[in-house]
């Protein structure tokens, strides 16, 4: 995600409804983000749909390597013959 220019990336929400189409060109060409505000306060923001997409893989990575983490602290791991046995199972079910 890119630097927030405050004069050019926080706007506020009367702005942002006048300019609706403007600003969402802006946003899908330049990748940027725009933080709305409203009564002087943020309220809002507004990405790329690509953005977003980048935003939710990185959080789902994220998650999973915190679940892995989390079993190995409590011990719940798998030897090499466990997870291949595991794996194969797996196979096995979706070839059905």
Do not use: C, W
């Not at 330049?30 to 002087?40: A, D």
């Not at 892995?68 to 719940?76: F, H, I, T, V």
Request: hydrophobic share 35%; proline share 3%.
């Amino acid at each position: 995600m890119k630097n927030i220019l405050v004069a050019n990336d926080i706007i506020p929400v009367g702005q942002f409804k006048s300019g609706l189409a403007k600003y969402l060109k802006e946003i899908q060409n330049k990748h940027n983000s725009l933080i709305i505000t409203q009564n002087g306060k943020p309220a809002g923001v507004l990405i790329s749909p690509s953005e977003f997409d980048d935003l939710r893989q990185t959080k789902l990575f994220i998650d999973s390597i915190s679940r892995g983490l989390s079993d190995s602290e409590r011990g719940e791991v798998l030897s090499t013959s466990q997870l291949r046995s595991e794996l194969q199972k797996t196979r096995v079910g979706k070839e059905r």
